[in-house]
């Protein structure tokens, strides 16, 4: 079964300071990866998925991951951090095969973003 | 363009009342549909999935049931709530699993108080 680990619980960055939330996984094939994004009392927001070709993925808002496969890892960055970037991250890791489509979300980092 | 709704946005309930909550997909057919509750600080926990029509799959004993009426409505349940059932409940979607690279896309949640 997979797994997904952010090791940070909550990161506080200086806005305009660059951001690199970690993220690790664990899957035996080719995994397919996502990054949400959850403001204050709403959904999550889909920011960027990596599932095949180019390992460095751009999403909305500036930010972009890398797939390692060496390291198991899916690391969100983003050079500038904006005061409305604060907000809860989750990185989740799909499988694909048989009618049970499920992804595996790790806990989120919480990012708080100070003037 | 595909859309998911989901109702109410919050909801104050005492003890023992009956609990029912709405979700519903538009623009796509035979979608997967996934309940998932977030109490706070404990990421995402996923309550059920439907891969169609009367198909439930429960991830975890509770007290709470869910049903999937019609192809694209799904719907949470609870015949008496506890106290240990008020979070954040959110309702998603996917497509088939021949199409994981997809991801899901969540609706905007419903904050449950049970007080």
């Known amino acids: 079964a997979q797994s997904v680990t952010q090791p940070d619980i909550h990161i506080t960055v200086s806005e305009g300071a660059s951001l690199e939330l970690r993220c690790n996984y664990s899957y035996g094939a080719t995994p397919y990866l996502f990054w949400y994004v959850q403001s204050p009392g709403q959904g999550l927001q889909l920011l960027l998925k990596y599932f095949s070709g180019d390992t460095l993925v751009q999403g909305i808002k500036g930010f972009e991951a890398e797939f390692k496969r060496s390291q198991s890892s899916f690391n969100l960055r983003k050079p500038s951090v904006h005061w409305s970037d604060a907000a809860e991250y989750f990185c989740?890791?799909?499988?694909?095969?048989?009618?049970?489509?499920?992804?595996?979300f790790g806990k989120g980092t919480l990012l708080t973003v100070n003037p | 363009s595909q859309t998911i709704h989901q109702w109410p946005a919050t909801l104050v309930q005492p003890v023992g009342s009956p609990l029912s909550l709405e979700c519903t997909v538009e623009g796509t057919s035979n979608p997967n549909l996934y309940w998932y509750r977030q109490a706070a600080g404990r990421g995402l926990q996923l309550l059920f999935y439907s891969v169609g029509i009367g198909q439930i799959s429960s991830e975890v004993p509770q007290n709470l049931s869910a049903s999937r009426p019609q192809d694209r409505q799904f719907i949470l349940s609870s015949k008496k709530l506890l106290l240990s059932d008020s979070g954040f409940y959110l309702c998603?979607?996917?497509?088939?699993?021949?199409?994981?690279?997809?991801?899901?896309?969540f609706g905007s949640g419903t904050r449950l108080t049970v007080v």
């Open positions: 989740a890791v799909g499988a694909s095969g048989g009618s049970n489509y499920k992804l595996t």
């Open positions: 998603a979607w996917s497509r088939t699993s021949r199409a994981p690279h997809y991801g899901y896309t």
